[in-house]
């Protein structure tokens, strides 16, 4: 069973042509998917529908073996990094991991074991007293997925998460989604428009152009089969 199953989905707003006609892509657990195509090929409008901030006009949106077409976001169990990580800046590393634990009302002694967890995993341990303010790039995007990882949602999903960073911190950045990613095994959807981000992250990579599916293969695939 895939993680996250997308069948025959269709977006239209208006009465327009459809942003995203009947796509259908199947994430495999653990997967890291890789949505690509040029700007306005329905590949926010995509991934906001598999989130559930975007109303779907028709095919079925499965996670698991549950349909979700008509779930509220938060009763989905997914996790979506912004571009600008939304990281509270008066709060530290700290207590921005444990956010969603604390909204959840969890026990203080779990909210620690499982932000200390995660802080380890995301080598973030010496900086839990910190501000967002006064960290790097990359670290930010770490705590940004350190609230992800508490939370224990079943997929991770990123909407251009490089694209205001200059060059030399994307490639970082590139480098360390994808060793965290396969550490973690966490199945992901990622949205860019960068072909080489697109060949070096993912495992699979759909190309969407105008709002249709093109090509759903491996980069090795797509390198031999342009
Ligand atoms: P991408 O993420 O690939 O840049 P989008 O999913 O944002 O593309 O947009 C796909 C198409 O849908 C574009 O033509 C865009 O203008 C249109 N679109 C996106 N959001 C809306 C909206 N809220 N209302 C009307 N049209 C929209
Ligand atoms: P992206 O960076 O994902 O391509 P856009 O700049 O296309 O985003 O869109 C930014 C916001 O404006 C999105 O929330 C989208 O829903 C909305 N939007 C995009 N295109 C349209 C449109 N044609 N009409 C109304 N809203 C739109």
Do not use: W
């Amino acid at each position: 069973m895939a993680a996250i199953d997308m069948k025959n989905i269709v977006k239209k707003y208006g009465d327009g042509f459809p942003a995203v006609n009947d796509i259908s892509i199947d994430v495999a657990d653990g997967e890291f998917m890789i949505l690509v195509g040029p700007s306005g090929c329905g590949k926010s409008t995509l991934l906001r529908m598999i989130v559930g901030l975007e109303d779907i006009t028709s095919g079925d949106m499965m996670i698991g073996d549950k349909r979700v077409n008509d779930l509220a976001p938060r009763d989905r169990n997914l996790a979506m990094v912004f571009q600008n990580y939304a990281l509270y800046p008066h709060l530290t590393v700290y207590e921005n991991i444990a956010f969603p634990l604390r909204l959840a009302k969890a026990p203080d002694d779990e909210i620690d074991k499982k932000v200390r967890a995660a802080s380890k995993t995301l080598e973030l341990d010496e900086h839990l007293d910190r501000k967002p303010g006064n960290l790097s790039g990359g670290q930010r995007q770490r705590v940004a997925m350190g609230r992800a990882i508490v939370r224990e949602a079943d997929a991770f999903l990123f909407d251009e998460p490089l694209s205001n960073l200059d060059a030399k911190l994307r490639g970082q950045m590139r480098t360390e989604i994808s060793r965290l990613q396969k550490r973690l095994g966490i199945t992901t959807v990622y949205v860019t428009h960068d072909q080489t981000e697109a060949m070096t992250l993912g495992d699979r990579v759909a190309v969407l152009k105008r709002g249709i599916l093109q090509q759903l293969a491996t980069p090795r695939e797509l390198y031999e089969n342009p």
